[in-house]
């Protein structure tokens, strides 16, 4: 049984800085593609970041440049790196494992799921 567990989520001021992390167990994060999805107060549930079982990377254009998604084999956690924080950024953040190599930025393209990590941005 694949299961995902957020942490490092709270309370930034505009500007700053949060680094999420997502301890992986019953898979090694290498071996599929992994993701992060958010949903804001209101809003559905949307695609942030995304990293392929090759290392490759994919990014929504709202996040691109500012976070950044990446893997650690040897603790076998995807981490995303959450820089220049914007009000608008806040949500909470769910890590996702797929079944796929290749990214996707799609809800159905994954099937294992966090129970999320709330970020909030203040203005």
């Known amino acids: 049984q694949v299961q995902l567990v957020e942490s490092g989520g709270g309370v930034v001021r505009a500007g700053g800085s949060l680094r999420l992390s997502c301890a992986v167990s019953?898979?090694?994060?290498?071996?599929?593609?992994m993701g992060w999805f958010r949903r804001a107060p209101g809003n559905e549930r949307e695609f942030v970041a995304a990293?392929?079982?090759?290392?490759?990377?994919d990014y929504a254009a709202s996040v691109k440049g500012r976070l950044t998604i990446s893997r650690d084999n040897a603790k076998n956690t995807v981490g995303l790196q959450m820089d220049y924080l914007k009000p608008e950024d806040t949500a909470v953040y769910y890590c996702?494992?797929?079944?796929?190599?290749?990214?996707?930025?799609?809800?159905?393209?994954?099937?294992?799921w966090g129970q999320g990590t709330q970020v909030t941005v203040s203005s």
């Open positions: 996702a494992a797929g079944p796929t190599y290749a990214t996707s930025r799609s809800i159905s393209g994954y099937n294992y």
């Open positions: 019953g898979r090694t994060v290498s071996s599929r593609t």
């Open positions: 990293i392929s079982r090759d290392g490759l990377t």
